[in-house]
T-cell receptor
């Protein structure tokens, strides 16, 4: 069964600190992996999309890594800001079709002063 | 472009009533997706369309749910009859040329069935 597990479920960090969110998946055959950011009361916004051949991708202060061998991905946030407070969702696709997307339940990040 | 537009933003209805959710995708996008999000199950893909044609509705929970896309700029998700367990946030998203392109989500419709 295709599954995506994220950890931790929630995280509180001080502004300016770095943090790393984890995603483990058992989706097969693997096609791509996406990280979404979802602010409270809003729809998810895509941060990164990685295919099998990519092992790192950055979007500003966000850096995603992918290890297709161990089926793990991480999202690293550098110098966190209050606006980073949101849920971060890992989504893994196979066969390249949307109907094969498997969603994680997300990590809720809170950045405090 | 204004992005993906959904209406209503909030809907409160009583069990047994018909509910219709509406979506206007980004102009020029070929794919449209309907998602449901709950605390327990997270985001779930319900159905998606390519050029107005339903491609995969395997995520639609049961026959009470139906979706249409009569033209490239409008789609509806209908629940009839509604039940309390349908309470969730329903998102519409669209992507440009393929389903693996970046998907742009609307603000969602928060549905409460009493």
């Amino acid at each position: 069964k295709n599954q995506v597990e994220q950890s931790p479920q929630s995280l509180i960090i001080l502004e300016g600190k770095n943090c790393t969110l984890q995603c483990n998946y058992t989706v097969s055959p693997f096609s791509n992996l996406r990280w979404y950011k979802q602010d409270t009361g809003r729809g998810p916004v895509s941060l990164t999309i990685m295919t099998f051949s990519e092992n790192t991708k950055s979007n500003g202060r966000y850096t995603a890594t992918l290890d297709a061998d161990t089926k793990q991905s991480s999202l690293h946030i550098t110098a966190s800001q209050l606006s980073d407070s949101a849920s971060y969702i890992c989504v893994v696709g196979n066969t390249g079709t949307a109907s094969k997307l498997t969603f994680g339940t997300g990590t809720r990040l809170q950045v405090t002063l | 472009d204004a992005g993906v537009i959904q209406s209503p933003r909030h809907e409160v209805t009583e069990m047994g009533q018909e509910v219709t959710l509406r979506c206007k995708p980004i102009s020029g996008h070929d794919y449209l997706f309907w998602y449901r999000q709950t605390m327990m199950r997270g985001l779930e893909l319900l159905i998606y369309f390519n050029n107005n044609v339903p491609i995969d509705d395997s995520g639609m929970p049961e026959d009470r749910f139906s979706a249409k896309m009569p033209n490239a700029s409008f789609s509806t998700l209908k629940i009839q009859p509604s039940e309390p367990r349908d309470s969730a946030v329903y998102f519409c998203a669209s992507s440009f040329r393929t389903p693996t392109d970046t998907q742009y989500f609307g603000p969602g419709t928060r549905l409460t069935v009493l």
